[in-house]
């Protein structure tokens, strides 16, 4: 059987409310050749019954048995994808009809660059436009934004499997913005762009992962900007302090995070890398919670306190 061109990639968790005009959209896309996989990745509400009620065979269904999130069902769909294009699509918003057409047409005729995402309209739970979110365009302004923050929206974006494979699949310790290290980590070898058209309709509700995980986002940017070599330690625990500042997410949290990177990062035998392979699982460790607040309750030095978690990152205590 002939692969399809392009592979639609969506993951959905309890998406019912908006789930069958996202289907829609792309079902409806003026570029015909593609397959559809959906991973229903555990959902309690009618998302399988709405899955189950269509009767297209572009449309393929893949059922995790519990709930294992968004960058692991992305990776588990990544590997069962048969296009040479990947689609990205969010399971509460909308592509417009001509996206994958454009998309496609802009990849087939710039063979060097990896990525494309589009501009992108933001609606309201009652689907009144609130913003246009307009990005950079060309490959040299979105390594300068990519600095500072994302700039291709997840949802909008296709991209040339080959390339994901060249530089490895979703990074499965970032629970959020995991589309943002993969981006950063592409355009060290391939170009990324922006179509200037807003060929893709973002819904701000308060389910929305980026609406209801926004916070915590903020922490996982600053991590792919450390992870990528975008910041150093210093810059790290600035933008660290200063979330803590916003009272982005609970402060014991932060407070980890921060003692971590400065004092971590002084230890020479620890490099950045290994300390980001650990840190998704240690900065919820009781282990780590204990060494602070004994150092806190002055039960232990500073000096201690630094061996401690030394010894937990490099044998793995957690």
Same mark, same amino acid.
Request: aromatic share 10%; glycine share 2%; proline share 2%.
């Given at each position: 059987?002939?692969?399809?061109?392009?592979?639609?990639?969506?993951?959905?968790?309890?998406g019912?409310?908006y789930?069958?005009?996202?289907?829609?959209?792309?079902?409806?896309?003026?570029?015909k050749?593609?397959?559809?996989? =959906?991973?229903?990745? *555990?959902?309690?509400?009618?998302?399988? /019954?709405?899955? !189950?009620s @269509? $009767?297209?065979?572009?449309?393929?269904i893949?059922?995790?048995?519990?709930?294992?999130?968004?960058?692991?069902?992305?990776?588990?769909?990544l590997?069962?994808?048969?296009?040479?294009?990947?689609?990205?699509?969010?399971a509460?918003?909308?592509?417009?009809?001509?996206?994958?057409?454009k998309?496609?047409?802009?990849?087939e005729?710039?063979?060097?660059?990896?990525?494309?995402?589009?501009?992108?309209?933001?609606?309201?739970e009652?689907?009144?436009?609130?913003?246009?979110?307009?990005?950079?365009?060309?490959?040299?302004?979105?390594?300068?934004?990519?600095?500072?923050?994302?700039?291709i929206?997840?949802?909008?974006?296709?991209?040339?499997?080959?390339? =994901?494979?060249?530089? *490895?699949?979703?990074d499965e310790?970032? /629970?959020?913005? !995991?589309? @943002? $290290?993969?981006?950063?980590?592409?355009?060290?070898?391939?170009?990324l762009?922006?179509?200037?058209?807003?060929?893709?309709?973002?819904?701000?509700?308060?389910e929305?992962?980026e609406?209801?995980?926004?916070?915590?986002?903020?922490?996982?940017?600053?991590?792919?900007?450390v992870?990528?070599?975008?910041?150093?330690?210093?810059?790290?625990?600035?933008?660290?302090?200063?979330?803590?500042a916003?009272?982005?997410?609970?402060?014991?949290?932060?407070?980890?995070?921060?003692?971590?990177?400065?004092?971590?990062?002084?230890?020479?035998?620890?490099?950045?890398?290994?300390?980001?392979?650990?840190?998704?699982?240690?900065?919820?460790?009781?282990?780590?919670?204990?060494?602070?607040?004994?150092?806190?309750?002055?039960?232990?030095?500073?000096e201690?306190?630094?061996?401690?978690?030394?010894?937990?990152?490099?044998?793995?205590?957690?």
């Open positions: 059987m002939k692969n399809p061109k392009v592979t639609v990639l969506m993951s959905v968790y309890n019912e409310k789930l069958r005009e996202a289907i829609e959209s792309i079902l409806n896309q003026t570029f050749d593609f397959e559809f996989l =959906i991973i229903n990745d *555990g959902s309690t509400d009618r998302t399988a /019954e709405i899955l !189950q @269509y $009767d297209d065979p572009r449309i393929k893949i059922n995790n048995e519990k709930n294992i999130g968004l960058t692991k069902s992305l990776n588990k769909g590997k069962m994808a048969r296009g040479e294009y990947i689609a990205r699509m969010d509460d918003d909308i592509s417009m009809p001509e996206r994958l057409e998309e496609v047409d802009f990849l005729t710039h063979r060097d660059y990896a990525v494309v995402g589009t501009f992108v309209k933001i609606l309201n009652h689907s009144g436009v609130i913003r246009l979110l307009d990005r950079p365009v060309e490959y040299a302004q979105i390594r300068e934004f990519f600095r500072r923050d994302n700039c929206a997840h949802g909008s974006a296709m991209i040339r499997k080959n390339c =994901i494979l060249d530089v *490895g699949f979703y310790s970032m /629970e959020r913005s !995991q589309d @943002y $290290d993969l981006w950063l980590r592409l355009s060290e070898k391939y170009r762009a922006n179509i200037p058209e807003y060929l893709y309709i973002w819904r701000n509700h308060n929305n992962i609406a209801k995980y926004m916070d915590e986002q903020k922490i996982f940017v600053v991590l792919a900007m992870k990528n070599n975008i910041l150093d330690v210093e810059q790290a625990t600035t933008r660290f302090i200063d979330l803590i916003e009272k982005c997410v609970p402060r014991l949290k932060l407070l980890t995070i921060t003692f971590l990177f400065i004092n971590l990062f002084t230890f020479n035998r620890i490099a950045p890398s290994t300390m980001y392979k650990v840190f998704y699982r240690i900065r919820f460790s009781k282990k780590v919670n204990v060494i602070l607040n004994d150092f806190k309750m002055e039960k232990i030095s500073l201690k306190a630094k061996l401690n978690l030394k010894d937990i990152v490099e044998r793995r205590l957690i």
